[in-house]
């Protein structure tokens, strides 16, 4: 079995300032994990993932996550946040078994993300 | 714009009908995925389908269905439906089966059952 708790349903930021969004996950096997973004009205799209290689994982837009088995961690940080970073975020973890968990991906409830002038 | 298309992009109907909604792939991508997202259950995996044959379930109704067609388009159906059944619902595809692919998300289609 696998899950994913978001640990903030809402962070809020000024521009320009670190952004921090923290996702803890549990699973049975080895995973992979994923952070995925969507802005309104639209569908959503991959950040960066890990699959067992480098623990610090960068994505797009300069947005990073580390992998820490130890803590079960997955949290998503930006050094500098900007206004089009706006948007739900979400924290995704997949087994990394084969049989019936083939592309089976378990959402975390999401982060919305607000950055202020 | 990922490549996965969804018609129709809004749909509202009545408790107890049945609709249909489509999705194609992008080029090149053998797998197909559905999710529904609600306000109440967020984000949840429905069914995956890999060059036609299904692959996995996640919490998908009996009421719903869904197949892929032998040109990988694929069509989720939702039978007698419920005021609960109002969500957003997502297609996605990847190139292979593995859980490591990268997903590519469709715009969604909005369902709003009255």
């Known amino acids: 079995a696998q899950s994913v708790t978001q640990l903030d349903s809402h962070v809020s930021v000024s521009e320009g300032t670190p952004v921090l969004l923290r996702c803890n996950y549990s699973?049975?096997?080895?995973?992979?994990l994923f952070w995925y973004v969507q802005h309104p009205n639209k569908g959503l799209q991959l950040l960066l993932k890990?699959?067992?290689?480098?623990?610090l994982v960068k994505g797009i837009n300069g947005f990073e996550a580390e992998f820490k088995k130890s803590e079960t961690s997955f949290h998503l940080t930006k050094p500098s946040a900007h206004m089009s970073d706006a948007a739900e975020y979400f924290c995704?973890?997949?087994?990394?078994?084969?049989?019936?968990?083939?592309?089976?991906?378990?959402f975390g409830q999401g982060t919305i993300l607000t950055v202020h002038p | 714009d990922s490549g996965v298309t969804q018609t129709p992009k809004h749909l509202i109907t009545a408790t107890g009908q049945r609709v249909t909604l489509r999705c194609s792939p992008r080029?090149?991508?053998?797998?197909v995925y559905w999710y529904q997202q609600s306000l109440d259950q967020g984000l949840q995996f429905l069914i995956q389908?890999?060059?036609?044959?299904?692959?996995a379930k996640g919490n998908i109704l009996e009421r719903f269905s869904a197949q892929q067609f032998p040109d990988l388009h694929s069509e989720l159906n939702l039978s007698s439906l419920e005021l609960g059944d109002s969500a957003l619902y997502f297609c996605?595809?990847?190139?292979?089966?593995?859980?490591?692919?990268?997903?590519?998300f469709g715009p969604g289609t909005r369902l709003t059952v009255l």
């Open positions: 996605a595809s990847s190139v292979g089966l593995a859980t490591y692919n990268e997903q590519f």
């Open positions: 890990y699959t067992s290689a480098a623990t």
């Open positions: 389908y890999y060059n036609g044959e299904e692959r």
């Open positions: 699973s049975s096997y080895s995973p992979s």
């Open positions: 080029s090149g991508d053998l797998s």
């Open positions: 995704v973890v997949s087994p990394n078994a084969g049989g019936t968990s083939y592309g089976k991906l378990t």
